[in-house]
């Protein structure tokens, strides 16, 4: 479980709770945020419409939403409501609560890895993260996605970054966008053919130089396809138009009749 950042919750907090103990008066919620400190739920919280038993609504083990409604910082006692949750703010909260878990124990492994105690994972990673952009999962995974910026420019040390983007890399898929063209080319000239691969081989060696990701093949002669892979829309689109315009300028120079049709995957 993530270690809490502050000891009691705040009245008006959405926290995530296991419910521990039913009883007819209400229940007991263990607060799985706060180091497991055991919140009150009254029975005229559970639900706004009434029911019999308290226990057709929660039960022992269920992990739950619960919304803080008083908070006795002497006395160190959390009073919390089901029934002033929104379906939308609770679906909200599980998920953040899901990806913030999974950004911790990244960066518990990656504590590990580098020789650094399990708090200062906290303190130097995921709460500058959070603090930084709300969810540190989403900053992880932008590190994958586009280096270690996201990371620098939360104030996470140096010493971290590096393996942080490697151990996250096991554990985030990266989303990748495809833009595709199919090439209409035809060359009435006798090494017609030979012409066309040339074009098409100049294009792809430019983008294996640029360690673009792509595929160019064709589908029944005159018609090829050029597919570019990325991981953001705009760009790939930007990169397009560069190829786009170099295999135009060698088509152009080789005698090659080449008009093109869009296909976005």
Known sequence: MPIARQELPNVGDYVIGTVAEVFDYGAYV????????KAF???SEVASKWVRDIREVVREGQKIVVKVIRVDRRK???DVSLKKVADNERKRKLLW??????ACKITEIVAQQVGKKIEDAYREVIWRLEDAY?????AIEEAVSTGPQVLLKAGVPQEWVDALIKEA???VKVKEVRIRRILVMRSITPDGVERIRKCLGEVSEALNGKNVKHE????GSPRYVIDLYSQDYKSAETLMAEVVEMLEKCCRSNHVELSIEEEKA
């Open 30 to 37: 263990t607060l799985d945020e706060y180091n497991g400190l």
């Open 41 to 43: 739920l009254p029975w």
């Open 76 to 78: 160190k006692e959390v």
């Open 97 to 102: 609560w899901k990806r913030y878990v999974k």
């Open 134 to 138: 709300g969810d540190p999962m989403y």
């Open 169 to 171: 890399g096991k554990h």
């Open 216 to 219: 160019i093949y064709v589908t």
